[in-house]
Structure formats: structure tokens, C-alpha cells
């Protein structure tokens, strides 16, 4: 029976859902782990390159600031709508809104599969930084050993009620956001505070800090988070396939077995948990979103953030057919990003000219002052509508050939 794949995919998707908000408040405090201490490191050049690293990661995460959160805390209240209309509807006014119903189930898995491909090249950036955080901390063995032993002084009892937290317990500064999170006892860190000991203790402190955030923290628990947006993903592939079968059979629905009451009983038994799992979600976004306004933005790089925008944008695009849904996504992206995303467009209307000015052997400058000039003609002896059209085929060469 159909409802039962219904019923299994809930409950899969319960069960991952139920430490989420651990999940991501991982991820963002991994990211403050990284700035506690806002200060050069030390002038050696084996600090300079954990400092770049820190520095590198931070782009990452101003990026995810502006565009992937406020995605998440659409998607999060989206679908927590769609789980309430189990259990505020009536079974019948419930199956009076069917055909509407159906169309968000589409337009809510498509938001899931733009997120994931949204995440995924979030953490394909990370994972370049994760090996580099490796890499240095295969040169650097005098400090490899040093977060080695630490990490083994802490209680294995806090280990297995969070892995994604494990590493952080290493940075005294986060004891008290871990133990209201995952409910694990403040315990003293092995390290001493990042702001006491001789300058090489408070740069060892610092280098390892951004070990355990960057290679230990911040790709398991992005990795996890996209675990859990696939699998929301399949539960309303799932949704989508059997109230399409529903649907089809209209009225006959309501004889026989009843697939449509059989579906409903097994949403609203379920519904609830779902529902709670996404609260604890929304009460943790004001200290996620706090995690990541705290990470300074001197010396951003606003190149490499606006094409990252830019990227989400275009999954956004790529993924959503619903059209309100679309708009909806884009203008949650864009709502404080459009200059930024806007100068990125921009700067690649610029190389782009650069580029054709190269191959034809002139400056920018005059290339442009060229094209300027053969609109002007044009315009003026020229119908509109067919300026229009020239417009559309000269736009068209520069952007796919």
C-alpha cells in the first residue's frame, strides 16, 4: 500500500530531523570558533598560514550569512506550514484544498533540491579547506601531537552525545553554547583560555582552534545537514507520487479503502513530531544567525561572496518551476544582496569585455565606445523593434558562445 512508503519515509525523515538544530548550530559555531581572538596570530609563516586559512573560511561563511541561512529559514517555515495543515485541517477541508496541496508538495521539493544544491557548493569549498587544514597540520607535527593530546584529555561521555561538538570542547570560549545545545555538562577544557599563557601558547591555541572548527566541525556538519535536506527531499517525492494517485481518482477516493482517509491518518499521527523538530529549528536560528554576525568582515573578499550569491541564484533558477515559489526564493536571496549580486554581474559584463577587446587587439575603452556608437546608429535608422531583436541575438553570442 502506498501510505505505507508514505509512513516509512516520515518516520526516516523524523529520526533525522530530531538533532538538526544540533547539526547546524555545530556548523555555525565552528565558524565563531575561528574569531574569537580577532589578532594576527603570530608573524611566522607557518601562523601566517593557519591565519589565511581562518581568513579564507570566513568568506564561506559571510557568503552563507547572506544567502544560504535566510534560504534555510524560508525553506524550514515552508514546510512546517505544510505539516500543520495536518493537523489544524479537518480531514475533509484538508481534502478540499487537495489540488492547491499538491502544488506545494512539487514547489516544496524543488526549494529542498535547490538547497541541497545550494549546500553542496558550500561544501565543496569547504572541503578545499579541510584539506588544507590537513596539510598543515601534517607540517606542523609539534602541534598535531599537541591537539592530539588534548583532544584525548576530554570525557567520552560529552563525545558521544555530540560528535559534530566533540572538537569544539577543545576552545574554552564555546563551553557554555555546547552544554545549552547538546545538554552536555560543562567540563574544563584541557587548553587554556586563548587569552592566557606565553605568546606561543596563545597562537598554538589559536592554530588548533581553527583545526577543530575547519577540519573536525565544519564539513561533518554541513555534510549532515545535507543529509537531512535529501532526505526531506524523498519524503515529498514520496507525498508528491501518492497524492497525484489520489488526486486522480477523485471522488473515487472516498470509496472502497479510502486511500485519501489512509494518508491522512498517517499524516496527522506523524505530523506533530515533524512540526516540533522544525520549531526546535526556528529556535535556534537567532543564535545560529548570532554565530555568524559575530565573524568580523575586515579584509572580506566581496568578489568571492557576491559569486557565490550569484551561484545560489542560479540554483534557485535551475531547480523551481513553481513560479511563485521562484520569486519567493529569489527575493528572499536578494532581499540586502541585490547591489552585491548586481556588482558581480557587473564585474562579468566587464571581463567579458575585456576579454573581446584582447582578442580583437583594442582596449576595453574603445570597444565599448564602439558598441555604444553602433546602438546610436542603429537606434536612429533602425526600427525598435528590430534594434530589439539584434540586441537579443548580440546578447545571446556574448553569453553562450
Known amino acids: 500500500m502506498a501510505s505505507e512508503e508514505v509512513k516509512q519515509q516520515v518516520s526516516i525523515s523524523s529520526d533525522k530531523l530530531e538533532g538538526v538544530h544540533k547539526t547546524m548550530r555545530a556548523f555555525s559555531l565552528s565558524m565563531r570558533a575561528l574569531f574569537l581572538e580577532n589578532r594576527t596570530l603570530t608573524s611566522s609563516s607557518e601562523a601566517a598560514k593557519f591565519e589565511k586559512l581562518r581568513d579564507d573560511t570566513r568568506n564561506d561563511a559571510v557568503a552563507y550569512v547572506k544567502g544560504g541561512l535566510p534560504l534555510v529559514k524560508q525553506c524550514v517555515s515552508d514546510i512546517k506550514c505544510y505539516f500543520e495543515y495536518y493537523i489544524d485541517l479537518t480531514k475533509d477541508e484538508w481534502w478540499t484544498f ?31 579547506l579541510q584539506d588544507d587544514a590537513t596539510i598543515l597540520m601534517e607540517e606542523s607535527h609539534d602541534l598535531a601531537a599537541k591537539y592530539e593530546e588534548e583532544a584525548s584529555k576530554l570525557e567520552m561521555s560529552a563525545l558521544r552525545k555530540g560528535a559534530f561538538c566533540a572538537a569544539l570542547l577543545l576552545i574554552p570560549q564555546l563551553s557554555g553554547p555546547i552544554s545549552l545545545t547538546w545538554g552536555v555538562e ?12 606565553t605568546e606561543k601558547e596563545k597562537t598554538a591555541n589559536a592554530e588548533i582552534a581553527v583545526v577543530a572548527a575547519v577540519r573536525d566541525t565544519l564539513g561533518p556538519a554541513l555534510s549532515e545537514f545535507i543529509s537531512v ?29 479510502k486511500p485519501k482517509d489512509i494518508h491522512y491518518k498517517v499524516m496527522n499521527k506523524n505530523a506533530g513530531r515533524i512540526v516540533n523538530h522544525f520549531n526546535d529549528v526556528i529556535k535556534e536560528l537567532p543564535s545560529i ?22 551561484m545560489a541564484n542560479e540554483c534557485i ?63 536612429a535608422y533602425i526600427p525598435r523593434a528590430l534594434l530589439v531583436l539584434i540586441f537579443l541575438a548580440v546578447l545571446a553570442y556574448f553569453v553562450f558562445v
Open 289 to 310: 544567525r548570532s554565530d555568524f554576525q559575530a565573524i568580523p568582515i575586515e579584509g572580506l573578499d566581496d568578489h568571492y561572496v557576491e559569486r557565490l550569491l550569484l
Open 229 to 257: 535536506l535529501r532526505c526531506i527531499s524523498g519524503l515529498f517525492e514520496v507525498l508528491q507520487q501518492e497524492l497525484e494517485t489520489i488526486q486522480e481518482k477523485g471522488e473515487k477516493a472516498m470509496e472502497g479503502e
Open 98 to 128: 487537495i489540488a492547491d496541496i499538491v502544488e506545494e508538495v512539487k514547489a516544496r521539493k524543488e526549494a529542498c533540491n535547490a538547497l541541497v544544491d545550494i549546500h553542496e557548493h558550500f561544501l565543496s569549498e569547504v572541503k578545499t
Open 186 to 197: 560543562a567540563i574544563s577544557s584541557p587548553m587554556t583560555s586563548m587569552d592566557q599563557g
Open 317 to 379: 533558477s535551475r531547480h523551481c518551476t513553481n513560479t511563485k515559489m521562484l520569486n519567493k526564493m529569489k527575493t528572499t536571496l536578494t532581499t540586502g544582496n541585490k547591489k552585491q549580486v548586481t556588482m558581480y554581474s557587473m564585474r562579468e559584463g566587464r571581463s567579458l569585455l575585456e576579454k573581446y577587446a584582447s582578442f580583437w587587439g583594442v582596449s576595453p575603452q574603445i570597444l565599448f565606445a564602439v558598441i555604444v556608437c553602433v546602438l546610436i546608429v542603429l537606434f
